[in-house]
């Protein structure tokens, strides 16, 4: 399975910006699709996340209220919703694909994109 993010850019505090995950080379629908994000000097973090079906969503709690994530499987397809960002949100997002359902376990992610740098300016 192969993921490509795309849609970062540089947006100013309060803007907007959609994200997407290209999945390819598998079932789609197989899979659970995380978004994650890293900050120069941090860790990878867990953003967001869906279930195969699409009915599953979470949050980390950082997020929640303004992104929202989706997916259309017809199109292999995974997007990333984001609004009302703030300089915090500034990162490289990554999408990855799970066989299981763990949404905030980066370890349970085997598959993943070469992410989308992400730049809210104040």
């Known amino acids: 399975v192969q993921l490509q993010a795309s849609g970062g850019g540089l947006v100013q505090a309060g803007g907007s910006l959609r994200l997407f995950c290209a999945v390819s080379?598998?079932?789609?629908?197989?899979?659970?699709i995380g978004w994650f994000r890293q900050a120069p000097g941090t860790e990878r973090a867990f953003v967001a996340a869906i279930s195969w079906s699409g009915t599953t969503t979470f949050y980390a709690d950082s997020v929640k209220g303004r992104f929202t994530i989706s997916r259309d499987n017809a199109k292999n397809m995974v997007y990333l919703e984001m609004n009302s960002l703030n300089p915090e949100d500034t990162a490289v997002y990554y999408c990855?694909?799970?066989?299981?359902?763990?949404?905030?376990?980066?370890?349970?992610?085997?598959?993943w994109g070469q992410g989308t740098q992400v730049t809210v300016s104040s």
């Open positions: 990855a694909a799970s066989s299981h359902w763990s949404p905030k376990d980066v370890g349970r992610y085997a598959y």
């Open positions: 080379g598998g079932t789609v629908d197989d899979y659970s």
